[in-house]
């Protein structure tokens, strides 16, 4: 034992003996030798990957020195050690290139907030009533090594999680391959399976797509909020900017066609509302005076020449005077954007958002697909992202309404990340399936409404605090690996889920010990990484310690920029669509839905953040409430007013939040933004504002199974006043929405 790590030990047990006989005293200083050298009042910037949404960007972490209160083998005090203070965008890494959206700055938060389970702890009464007792680690583990050691058939064990990526996910398939247990169960209710099925079926690649904007001068989005929260947003962003201002004396044009305004949409040149479920109708209609009026003759290295025979059964029915008919949008419009886009050198048609999510929306992303390869001209702006072909899987898994069904018949449940009791629609009845599961173990560090039902909770690190790697599917033309090691030392009794994984493991044996040789998750990833020093990219070392030093020192490993082109399936179907089915213009319920994605929130699961909580909306500057977005139109034809409490309803119940009037938004659609409506999250969401995605119908997109998030028909009604609604606006002065008359 070197002396250092042997005055560290000492200097600790012995104040955790003084502790232990003074019991009376809550909080004691405990001072020993820090993990490493930190000079007081000097920043130490380390490197960290961004766990806030999938986009896999690198941070650097500002750690300082300072006291924290730190929980250790059931003894509470303070301890000097090194505190991280602020995040921000890695430079070097080439997917976000040194910016950070403010989602990824509240991840701080997560570190240090105050309803962290901080302990293992295991239920001690009825199932869901949140009462629960301290258990150690020991005991803890033992009892979940005996329900899977006593698993019989192991396929009544499952494993449920949100998408994962690189080794995280490359450990969960291990563990329960090897061990006899069915693949794991991957849940998030704004799945992007359809585009990834829309994108196979006209590129052959099953992923996310990635757009070099900064070489566009021309681009047409169909509903997606490229810009706020769809795909890699940040990415998106700095491409975005440079389109737009990065070039002087060629500014690209932007055009937005959605039902609704997304902040993207408030950025666009020309926003068009169109009929929801007809985008696809739309972009056809656009190819239509193209291919008719012979816009795009193939240039060097065009598709277009290659899809005209192939579309030639698809397009009669979509001139412009029939397409208007369906969409609401002029002829006369559609031919001026055909003329506009084909006049350009480099154009691109997006695809994404809630065009997607309704049933018809494989239809709708395959007709986009198909413009963009009409108008790319030679010049794709549309490419993909290389895949990693070293350690880590390829292609990220599915995740549907069908994966649900798995939940079915479990003798034991494993809980990752995932919150379907919250997020699925209410038809699906998750709580009352995981009410007959025997037994569920999650890993989780909050309480929410799943890990509720949980017998054990093993609580996992901070992100700060644990080894991470990512995989980008997207938002780079290079192999990004983003891998950092922990910022800064745990604060609580938890131990990172990976290597409670490798632990069972090793207490299992056989098969499953062979397959999970490694000790700890970082030898796993250098195991995985290390090899990437024989290919070029951003790190040249000589031996592989220098190379797995040097991974850690810059937050991950890149390539030299390449691409992988979309490529033309050989043999190509008539390219058609319709439109939605549903609601229909009649009935009890007249009204499309839709629950978009929070910029702040996401699906929900950062609801707990009190800065988001905090940070205004976009477009409303709405903050710590719901509301709901109608048309002025329809808001005077049902005697609704601004800040008057609504009741949204459809088959499945109902909500009340306050109204907001927008002519941003189709006269046939209401919209609220999802993430409130908790009921147990802790102590800034719980209990506020109401939750879209309870009165959501469990339909599915046609052909692809994902979650028809967009296609719920609802009826509206005014249900009180402003003083019911309590919305609460930053450009209102933090108090509610006036009364007409105040305002006046």
């Known amino acids: 034992m070197e002396r250092r790590d042997f005055i560290k030990i000492s200097a600790l047990s012995g ?13 004691q200083l405990i001072r020993f030798v820090p993990e490493e050298e930190l000079i007081p009042g000097i920043a130490t910037w380390k490197p960290g990957v961004c766990t806030l949404c999938s986009a896999g960007c690198g941070l650097q972490v500002r750690v300082m020195q300072g006291e924290a209160e730190v929980v250790r083998h059931g003894q509470q005090g303070l301890i000097k050690m090194g505190l991280a203070k602020k995040l921000e965008g890695n430079p070097q890494h080439p997917v976000n290139q040194g910016k950070l959206c403010a989602r990824g700055q509240a991840g701080l938060q997560v570190l240090y907030h105050p309803d962290r389970i901080t302990h293992p702890i295991k239920r001690s009464g009825p199932r869901g009533s949140g009462e629960f007792q301290p258990i150690s680690w020991d005991d803890a583990l033992k009892e979940l090594g005996a329900h899977l050691t006593a698993a019989n058939p192991k396929a009544s064990v499952a494993f449920l999680s949100r998408p994962l990526s690189g080794q995280r996910r490359q450990l969960v398939d291990r563990f329960l391959t090897t061990y006899g247990a069915p693949p794991a169960i991957w849940y998030e209710p704004f799945d992007e399976g359809t585009l990834r099925e829309a994108n196979l079926r006209s590129f052959g690649h099953d992923r996310l797509p990635t757009f070099d904007l900064g070489r566009a001068d021309y681009v047409i989005s169909f509903g997606a909020d490229f810009l706020g929260t769809w795909n890699s947003p940040v990415a998106q962003s700095i491409g975005y900017g440079e389109m737009r201002q990065g070039r ?6 932007f055009v937005q066609v959605e039902s609704r305004m997304s902040q993207t949409g408030a950025n666009a040149d020309e926003w068009i509302p169109c009929r929801p479920g007809t985008e696809g109708v739309f972009a056809l209609g656009i190819a239509h005076v193209i291919l008719s009026e012979k816009l795009a003759p193939p240039g060097p290295g065009s598709r277009a020449g290659s899809l005209i025979a192939g579309w030639s059964a698809g397009l009669p029915d979509h001139t412009p005077e029939a397409v208007e008919k369906q969409t609401g949008v002029s002829a ?12 350009t050198g480099s154009a691109a048609a997006i695809a994404g958002g809630a065009p997607l999510a309704m049933d018809n929306g494989l239809s709708t992303a395959l007709a986009v697909n198909a413009l963009e390869s009409l108008v790319d001209q030679g010049q794709p702006i549309l490419t993909f992202t290389p895949e990693l072909s070293i350690g880590a899987a390829k292609a990220p898994p599915r995740a549907n309404l069908s994966t649900l069904q798995a939940l079915a018949g479990p003798q034991l449940l494993l809980l990752y990340d995932a919150n379907p009791v919250f997020s699925a629609p209410p038809a699906l009845r998750i709580r009352e399936a995981l009410a007959k599961i025997p037994n569920i173990v999650s890993f989780g560090s909050f309480i929410d409404e799943t890990s509720a039902l949980a017998d054990l909770i093993l609580p996992d690190h901070a992100p700060l605090e644990s080894w991470l790697d990512s995989v980008p599917e997207s938002g780079s033309s290079r192999v990004v ?4 090691p922990p910022a800064a030392l745990p604060l609580h009794d938890t131990r990172p889920m990976p290597d409670v994984l490798l632990g069972l493991a090793h207490q299992l044996g056989g098969e499953v010990a062979k397959a999970l040789p490694w000790t700890t998750f970082d030898a796993m990833l250098r195991a995985a990484y290390v090899p990437l020093r024989t290919r070029a990219g951003s790190i040249d070392a000589k031996t592989d310690d220098d190379f797995w030093d040097a991974l850690q020192t810059q937050g991950g490993w890149w390539s ?11 043999k190509r179907e008539p390219v058609t669509t319709n439109s939605s089915n549903r609601p229909g213009a009649a009935g009890d319920f007249p009204f499309y839905f839709l629950p978009y994605v929070s910029q702040s929130f996401g699906d929900g699961s950062l ?15 709405a903050m710590w409430s719901s509301w709901v977005e109608i048309h002025p139109q329809t808001g ?27 002519p941003g938004i189709a006269p046939d659609m209401v919209a609220m933004p999802v993430g409130q409506g908790h009921q147990n999250f802790g102590r800034y969401a719980t209990g506020r504002g109401a939750n879209p995605l309870s009165i959501l119908e469990p339909s599915g997109v046609v052909d692809t199974g994902a979650l028809a998030w967009a296609a719920t028909p609802v009826k509206l009604s005014r249900a009180g006043g402003p003083e019911q609604a309590k919305l609460l606006l930053f450009a209102g002065g933090m108090s509610q929405f006036p009364h007409q008359e105040e305002r006046r």
């Open 607 to 621: 609801a707990h953040l009190p800065w988001l909580q905090e940070l205004p909306d976009v477009l409303t500057s």
């Open 248 to 253: 002087p004396g060629r500014r690209a044009k």
């Open 332 to 343: 006369a419009v559609i031919k001026r954007l055909a003329h506009e886009v084909t006049r």
């Open 481 to 484: 690996v983003s891998l950092a």
């Open 15 to 27: 104040v955790m003996a003084t502790l232990e006989g003074c019991r009376s005293a809550e909080k």
């Open 560 to 570: 030299a920029p390449t691409t992988d082109k979309p490529v033309a399936v050989e």
């Open 636 to 662: 005077e034809r049902l005697g609704i007013k601004p800040g008057d409490l609504v009741e949204i309803a459809s088959s499945q119940g109902s909500v009340h939040a306050a109204a907001v009037l927008s």
